[in-house]
């Protein structure tokens, strides 16, 4: 038997080459640790080379060995856990920039600007309509005609809603199921808004809004004595701080009236009274009629409200017309006139579209953050209307005010 040609296992390789042994073979042990070094620059760094692991390992009959150490990572990336800090730190830094560029471009959608564009509409339009709403009053101090008029605005908002079907006409199952549900509530908001527009236009209009924020105290009592329901132990605490605020504003209001405080809680029974029936008559939408969307119940109820309107007040202020419009107008030239009516009407369209801003926003929003942006709202109407009326206050005045805001938004979080 010939004799075997051992050789000394080169770069962790073990063979045997037999004296016939071919000649290639030897090449191939010889460029091995070439090869290799181009195999794992190549794999590592850029795509698999299949036939290259093939010629180095395979042909030559490579076997590992126990005392093999694991193959150092010629890409420095591979395998960490860090990768995308590592390369992060590489590249160059975002600058401000980009920064707001790739945080608008992720949290900015078209959700987000259509709830900011109705909440800002919201805002502006109720400042507006206060503002219009008190300068109409203090021009013709006719509330009950005026708060009338506002409601008949609806009905043209009626005619272009339903009439170019930009929304679809509410359809009831029965007359008597309308006169049952909407009806009621209807009459529930015709006293929300005459009492709301004459206590500001006998009293202040932030004064106004202070005791309109107790309304969370009547709407509790109201759900006790007829819905029998009862809220948590934080909700009914949160009213105390309301009762207190209240009871601060007005002891420290300086222009107090006793007309503008009782007309602003019966607005605030009006608007509790119409939640509660809210409650009792539309649980099951379906059942009642079709097309019953917030914005198209908000509709049905100013219409509603707008009838039973126009008979109180003629009532009322009939005989008031000729010479308040006159008084009015004594020096006033014929633009001027004019600008009283139009003034009128504007706080009318604010009025409408201001809750129909709102309405959109109740869909929108969860309950806690309309409750923060309902709050924000009080505030601004309150600070806007003593900047720009220009009423004096007191430092507990103003005390008052936030201590009654402040449980009001506690009691819509705990309720």
């Known amino acids: 038997m010939p004799p075997i040609l051992k050789m000394k296992p080169t770069n962790r390789i073990s063979c045997r080459i037999t004296e016939k042994g071919n000649i290639l073979k030897l090449i191939k042990i010889a460029i091995t640790p070439f090869l290799r070094t181009v195999h794992l620059y190549v794999v590592k760094t850029f795509t698999p080379i299949?036939?290259?692991?093939?010629?180095?390992?395979?042909?030559?009959?490579?076997?590992?060995?126990?005392?093999?150490?694991?193959?150092?990572?010629?890409?420095?990336?591979?395998?960490?856990?860090?990768?995308?800090?590592?390369?992060?730190?590489?590249?160059?830094?975002?600058?401000?920039?980009?920064?707001?560029?790739?945080?608008?471009?992720?949290?900015?959608?078209?959700?987000?600007?259509?709830?900011?564009?109705?909440?800002?509409?919201?805002y502006v339009l109720n400042v507006i309509y206060v503002i219009e709403n008190k300068n109409s009053l203090n021009a013709l101090p006719l509330p009950w005609s005026i708060s009338a008029l506002q409601l008949c605005v609806g009905w043209f908002f009626a005619l272009f809603f339903w009439g170019t079907g930009i929304r679809k006409i509410p359809k009831f199952v029965s007359t008597k199921i309308f006169f049952m549900t909407i009806v009621p509530q209807g009459v529930c908001h015709l006293f929300v808004h005459l009492g709301a527009v004459i206590s500001m236009g006998v009293g202040a209009v932030s004064f106004t809004h202070v005791v309109k924020a107790g309304e969370p105290v009547i709407t509790a009592g109201l759900s006790i004595l007829i819905l029998r329901e009862f809220m948590n132990i934080g909700a009914y605490i949160s009213l105390i701080p309301i009762v207190c605020g209240v009871a601060l504003?007005?002891?420290?209001?300086?222009?107090?009236?006793?007309?503008?405080?009782?007309?602003?809680?019966?607005?605030?029974?009006?608007?509790?009274s119409r939640s509660i029936l809210a409650k009792l008559t539309m649980k099951n939408k379906q059942d009642i009629g079709e097309e019953l969307t917030a914005s198209n119940i908000y509709m049905l109820l100013i219409l509603v409200s707008s009838i039973f309107s126009i008979p109180i007040a003629l009532a009322i202020e009939w005989s008031e017309y000729s010479p308040v419009w006159r008084k009015a107008t004594l020096n006033a030239t014929n633009g001027e006139c004019f600008l009283l009516i139009f003034r009128a009407i504007l706080s009318g369209v604010c009025y409408y579209m201001c809750n129909d801003f709102a309405f959109i926003c109740l869909g929108e929003l969860n309950q806690v953050s309309h409750s923060v942006v309902n709050t924000l709202k009080r505030v601004v109407l309150i600070t806007s209307s003593i900047i720009f009326f220009n009423y004096p206050i007191t430092v507990l005045g103003v005390l008052g005010m936030t201590i009654a805001i402040l449980g009001t938004f506690f009691y819509a979080i705990f309720k």
């Open 50 to 122: 299949v036939w290259v692991e093939l010629l180095c390992f395979n042909s030559i009959g490579r076997m590992k060995t126990s005392e093999e150490k694991p193959e150092k990572e010629v890409f420095p990336f591979k395998n960490n856990n860090n990768n995308k800090d590592d390369l992060e730190s590489l590249l160059p830094k975002p600058t401000i920039y980009e920064k707001v560029t790739n945080w608008t471009k992720t949290h900015v959608t078209p959700s987000v600007i259509k709830t900011s564009l109705s909440i800002c509409g919201w």
């Open 249 to 272: 504003a007005s002891a420290k209001e300086l222009h107090f009236s006793q007309t503008a405080f009782w007309f602003a809680i019966i607005s605030n029974i009006g608007s509790s």
